[in-house]
């Protein structure tokens, strides 16, 4: 015999689910680990989707209390809302969302690491000489899917449809968000010549959680102008497998909106003291600017340095200032 659909008591979990979410982001908010998902600039839609995440759970669950008959609950737009099928199958449906309730209060909450470092490639300094492997392979792959030792038209006529693949695919890439892509904006000299001024102006170039992506940006900018010059920096230890022993990034995740987007960003320094670091610790590194290659492309090394454990930040991450 069929059960009938009992509308109070899907109403009553649906309810809890929606709190249970916005509790989990109360949490989250509370503990301050909210930090290593979003990035402060979306703070405000998290306390909207809060607020409006709880109302509408406690709406249900006091529909849950009301009167159960068929009718009560219809809607009159002409539509089934039920949850259709078997138990088994509502019993799924309501696992995916509050799976994600339970161990968002299970799991430990953790930043970014090396290891999401090593997947996504780090760009050495600015990032605007592309400095990091994965990007190089990557442009390496795409030379020779597209040309190989052919021009465009030839790699066409030799393949139309593999050769309009590719471009579709390098066409969807460069929708994506980079900080290089402000390179051609008219403010932008003015804006970095001004910081310029300012750092060449400091005895130490202190780069902090503000000001981290301009100090980058203007040291790709004006490389030559820096050398010698001393820098301090703090970021967690990371080696790619070609380092050598001597060698090691400062690192920071770059968030614009969450983890989603984030991009990791690295100053190479130089030391004897450098084997004496595992990845991920969290240290603070001074020495003086150089100029280097890796992987055929400019970037600046921080030579001679002192480098010292530090905790980790109350930010781990950091964002543009504009």
Not at 106 to 129: C, E, F
Not at 181 to 189: A, H, M, S, T, V
Not at 221 to 241: C, N, P, S
Request: aromatic share 12%; charged share 20%; with cysteine.
């Amino acid at each position: 015999m069929k059960q009938p659909y009992d509308h109070s008591f899907h109403a009553f979990i649906q309810g809890i689910i929606l709190v249970g979410f916005a509790m989990l982001m109360l949490h989250l908010i509370l503990t301050g680990n909210i930090v290593y998902y979003i990035a402060p600039m979306m703070m405000p839609f998290i306390y909207f989707a809060l607020v409006v995440f709880f109302l509408l759970g406690i709406i249900q669950v006091f529909r849950s209390t009301t009167k159960t008959d068929h009718d009560h609950h219809e809607c009159a737009c002409e539509h089934d809302h039920h949850i259709k099928g078997p138990s088994w199958v509502k019993t799924i449906i309501y696992s995916i969302f509050i799976l994600p309730i339970v161990l968002g209060f299970a799991l430990p909450d953790r930043s970014l690491d090396s290891s999401v470092a090593a997947n996504r490639g780090i760009q050495l300094g600015g990032g605007g000489n592309a400095s990091s492997s994965a990007t190089d392979n990557s442009i390496n792959e795409t030379d020779q899917n597209n040309n190989g030792s052919t021009s465009r038209a030839e790699a066409f006529l030799e393949d139309p449809e593999g050769y309009m693949e590719n471009l579709t695919t390098q066409s969807g890439e460069e929708e994506h968000y980079q900080f290089e892509d402000i390179y051609d904006e008219g403010w932008f000299d003015d804006y970095y010549a001004e910081l310029y001024e300012e750092l060449m102006n400091n005895t130490v170039i202190e780069v902090t959680e503000d000001n981290y992506l301009d100090v980058m940006t203007v040291l790709d900018l004006y490389l030559d102008d820096f050398i010698g010059k001393e820098m301090e920096i703090v970021g967690f230890a990371y080696r790619e497998t070609d380092f050598h022993s001597n060698q090691i990034v400062a690192a920071r995740f770059a968030m614009t909106c969450c983890t989603a987007d984030a991009s990791v960003y690295g100053t190479m320094i130089e030391s004897e003291e450098s084997n004496r670091f595992d990845e991920d610790t969290w240290i603070y590194a001074r020495g003086t600017i150089k100029k280097d290659h890796y992987n055929d492309q400019p970037i600046p090394v921080l030579v001679d340095a002192h480098i010292q454990e530090v905790e980790e930040p109350d930010s781990p991450y950091v964002y543009p200032s504009f």
